[in-house]
């Protein structure tokens, strides 16, 4: 039986090495020819197509336009079979002032905006090449880069561009491809230029000596960078980093003291519409609390104004807070990895790149050099034969008249090549003139000095230098120029350092008088009040405490269940009607209550004490919570109540008392300062709890509180001992609530 063709053709491959075949092929193809730029001209194979088609197309500067879509048609049919989207794609965005640092594209009609809007449809659009475009191809007629068959081999495509212009970091470029990816950031031409010129100069000039001339990237949508100059070095030395981009925005003074905030430049590639969003959303969800409002008056230009919430907020500090969490601070990626000239891909630093392009450039020009060696070349052949012509014309015109074949005789008679001759016989009769033969003379001259000049490029280093000096000169001269184009846009500024934003920037400062009732009421009046006759409560209720504040403070409530409360002075309820249960705004729980409230002013410490007789120090600034369910600071046996909380400032005793009438006072440096826990013992107590605890100056006695009246006990020795000791029976007169007050 016969074996059909294709089983014979059947090979058995295990699938993992048929699969890892495969992947590996499309990794490459990923990676070669579509998603990582050429070090030497910076374009992607998509971007090279397009540019080629276009000159096909004559579609120089100073031709007209053409529609997209015929652009689009000859680059997909003659040299990228992909899709007509992706080309589309990337003819707009090459026209994009906003995308591309420097246009490779001159579009007419909608390409888009930096809003994030789509351009036009292709059939709507018209397009031809910039002078950026053609410094790139300048030259490639003349076999300065080698060519290849297209996909269908019927006609020749460039693999690279003779590119005059640095276009990798002038442009830019960015990729992701199989296993790795790219992010290069643009750059100013004419501070390129400087970096090559120098590298010309100085072979051996360091990353950080290049860096002199090109400080940084030089976005086309402007902003500042606000990054170290250590960050920038770093990225550019190893050829990975990331620089922290801001929006460029400036104070507007307005009247009665008020000002706005005018954004005028945003980060590269953020859309503004999509930034506007990002803000207002925030600001709904009341996330950006400095924030009072925000309005596009964008037209041809970006004005985006910010108005702050009060004429107290600090520009500086509004603006932090939003770099925070919006885009108008973002951090653009430095990925240098490009194909090198041997196609294979590498993360180069700055320097490396600059080189490959300077490499690049001196293999154009001797490759340039040579192609016009060999024209000159021709021409010289010709001319040779028309002077000879010249110089015996009475003999060429019989010979042509006589002979039959008088082309072999005219090349046997004075030595003439075949060109020569052919040349001769297809001269026109009007250049038997005398001027036409000095006119060739002349011609003969100029070139044989061109071919020295050429020849000397060839045989001398030094000369290409001088040529491709030069020619960057130019290059700067074109394109880094002091106007609109080549002007930098891109500022830089020290980095930002960490910026605490605190609550005093979100919050008018205004001084209250924050009262709280026994049965847990709250609520703060504007002013600061000794006393407060007309206080109003609800039956039952009457005043726990009154404390002075302001609306940026933080208050410390300490509640029996050894926990920390804190609230800022803004939030609590203003003083109309009774006020507001404080535990509808933390979670205390019902059977717990406040033993003291006080304002934190920080740096200070506090005694803790429970009913079990048992205390300790802490710093003020490690019990601030900033939950509703506070910080719990005094550990507590089950059963057991925090008593006392009272701030220490210069004070150096302590005295304790407990509910079995004894009174003890000893010195407070043998108080630990603990962060957390239930402490050490204070008093000795049987069967009885701590009642309160209190610091107090020796020098000044012990005090407590009668009714309205205070009364102070001078002499403290009968009531003197260690801590941990029992006490003794308080003063006559001390309240029997075993309470100081």
Request: include cysteine; proline fraction near 5%; aromatic fraction near 6%.
């Amino acid at each position: 039986m016969k074996k059909d063709a294709t089983q014979e053709t059947i090979k058995a491959v295990p699938f993992k090495d048929a699969l890892s075949e495969r992947y590996l092929a499309y990794a490459l193809s990923t990676i070669t020819a579509r998603s990582l730029p050429d070090v030497r001209d910076g374009l992607k194979p998509v971007h090279r197509r397009l540019l080629y088609a276009m000159l096909q197309l004559r579609l120089d500067p100073d031709s007209g336009y053409k529609k997209c879509a015929r652009v689009v048609g000859d680059v997909i049919g003659k040299y990228h079979p992909h899709g007509d989207v992706a080309v589309y794609d990337t003819l707009v965005r090459l026209a994009q002032t906003f995308a591309v640092r420097y246009p490779l594209v001159d579009g007419q009609g909608n390409f888009g905006s930096v809003d994030g809007d789509n351009a036009a449809a292709m059939r709507y659009t018209e397009a031809r090449l910039t002078e950026m475009a053609m410094a790139l191809l300048e030259g490639i007629e003349s076999d300065t880069v080698d060519f290849r068959p297209t996909y269908d081999g019927e006609d020749q495509e460039p693999i690279v561009l003779p590119s005059s212009v640095p276009n990798l970091l002038a442009n830019g470029s960015e990729g992701i491809a199989v296993g790795m990816a790219t992010s290069i950031p643009p750059h100013n031409i004419g501070e390129l230029c400087e970096g090559l010129l120098m590298l010309l100069k100085k072979p051996s000039a360091s990353v950080a000596e290049l860096l002199t001339v090109i400080p940084g990237p030089d976005f086309p949508t402007g902003g500042i960078i606000a990054e170290t100059s250590t960050a920038i070095r770093n990225a550019y030395e190893t050829g990975r980093g990331s620089i922290r981009v801001r929006a460029r925005w400036e104070k507007e003074n307005l009247s009665h003291g008020l000002y706005q905030i005018v954004i005028t430049e945003i980060p590269y590639q953020v859309p503004k519409s999509r930034l506007i969003e990002q803000i207002a959303e925030l600001f709904r969800n009341k996330k950006l609390p400095l924030l009072g409002n925000i309005r596009d008056e964008s037209a041809e230009t970006i004005r985006v104004v910010l108005e702050p919430k009060s004429r107290t907020v600090d520009p500086d500090m509004l603006m932090e807070s939003l770099f925070k969490v919006t885009d108008l601070q973002t951090r653009f990626g430095v990925n240098l990895n490009v194909l090198t000239a041997k196609g294979i891909p590498q993360v180069l630093n700055l320097k490396q790149i600059l080189e490959a392009f300077l490499e690049h450039r001196f293999e154009v020009l001797y490759r340039r050099s040579r192609f016009r060696l060999s024209k000159i070349a021709d021409r010289l052949e010709v001319l040779g034969g028309l002077l000879v012509a010249y110089l015996n014309i009475d003999e060429v015109i019989r010979i042509i008249r006589e002979e039959d074949e008088p082309k072999p005789v005219m090349m046997k008679k004075w030595k003439l090549t075949d060109r020569q001759v052919e040349a001769i016989l297809n001269m026109r009769l009007r250049s038997l003139r005398k001027l036409e033969e000095i006119e060739i003379k002349k011609e003969q001259a100029s070139l044989l000095d061109e071919q020295e000049q050429l020849q000397k490029i060839l045989d001398d280093e030094k000369e290409a230098r001088k040529v491709i000096r030069g020619e960057i000169k130019d290059v700067q001269k074109r394109f880094g120029a002091d106007d609109a184009l080549g002007r930098r846009r891109t500022e830089f500024t020290e980095a930002p350092a960490a910026v605490e934003i605190s609550i005093e920037a979100f919050i008018e400062k205004e001084p209250i008088t924050i009262v709280y009732s026994k049965m847990g009421w709250i609520r703060a009046f504007k002013g600061h009040f000794d006393t407060m006759d007309d206080l109003k409560f609800k039956e039952g209720d009457e005043l726990s405490c009154m404390i002075k504040a302001r609306t940026t403070d933080k208050v410390l409530f300490f509640a029996s269940n050894g926990r920390f409360y804190t609230l800022t002075g803004d939030r609590l309820p203003r003083g109309k009607g009774f006020g507001e249960p404080l535990r509808l705004m933390i979670d205390l729980p019902n059977e717990d209550d406040i033993v003291e409230m006080h304002v934190f002013e920080g740096g200070r410490k506090m005694l803790l004490a429970s009913d079990q007789g048992k205390g300790f120090l802490v710093e003020e600034d490690s019990v601030v919570a900033s939950t509703r369910n506070g910080k719990q600071i005094l550990s507590l046996p089950e059963g057991s109540r925090a008593v006392a909380c009272r701030v220490v400032q210069d004070e150096d005793m302590v005295a304790v008392i407990g509910a079995n009438r004894k009174l003890l006072a000893f010195p407070l440096f043998q108080m630990p300062t603990m962060n957390k826990g239930q402490g050490v013992q204070l008093m000795k107590l049987k069967d009885a709890r701590m009642s309160d605890a209190k610091v107090f100056k020796r020098e000044e006695g012990l005090s407590w509180l009668i009714g309205d009246r205070v009364r102070t006990e001078a002499d403290i020795t009968p009531w003197l001992g260690d801590r941990a000791s029992q006490g003794k029976l308080p003063p006559v007169g001390f309240p029997r609530s075993n309470r100081f007050g």
